[in-house]
């Protein structure tokens, strides 16, 4: 009497009857309709948060409450799958009753960075690995900072811009100690 939109198991019946022209026919189609809308909520990045919007850990996508997510329609879902920044569109499949989303665009900005600053100095002076600190009594120390997703570094209280990624310190005697 109607076609169904909404997703679950359905069963097509058709009967004609004989006609001066036709045999009476009776005809059956059993049919799944597994399309679903994406869900108001949508995926999210999961993972150990640092500062500023950035990730420090290894990142998930995570699925809104209710769903599972795939990369493929016709693939696994799960509740978290792994951050790629190759992937563009997601599928969301219901949990309640396996109905399937089209591809959705996946649109989050995730920055990682897990990897620490890498400092470098003059003089032989070594970094205590332990505690990422170096005590020493110079009358001019220079080191350099290295990591591309530094824009600023504090020393003292003073800013220093980072450049293409590196950034050139020179701490003169009389600056009392420096973090």
């Known amino acids: 009497t109607k076609a169904p939109t909404d997703p679950g198991k359905y069963t097509a019946r058709i009967t004609a009857p004989a006609t001066g022209f036709y045999k009476a026919v009776n005809w059956t189609e059993t049919f799944t309709i597994d399309y679903l809308e994406a869900p108001n909520s949508k995926a999210t990045a999961d993972g150990d948060k640092g500062n500023y919007g950035w990730f420090k850990s290894d990142v998930k996508i995570k699925a809104p409450s209710g ?46 960075d897990k990897d620490l600053p890498v400092v470098s100095f003059e003089d032989g002076v070594k970094l205590d690995e332990s505690t990422k600190t170096v005590k020493v009594f110079l009358d001019d120390m ?37 973090t």
């Open 67 to 112: 769903y599972l997510i795939g990369t493929s329609k016709n693939g696994e879902f799960f509740e978290k799958i792994a951050w790629d920044d190759k992937i563009d569109k997601i599928y969301y499949k219901r949990v309640s009753d396996g109905a399937i989303t089209d591809a959705v665009d996946l649109k989050l900005d995730v920055k990682i």
């Open 142 to 178: 220079k080191f350099t900072i290295v990591d591309d997703n530094l824009a600023t570094v504090f020393v003292g209280g003073t800013e220093y811009k980072v450049e293409n990624g590196r950034c050139e310190i020179d701490l003169l005697a009389g600056d009392d100690t420096q």
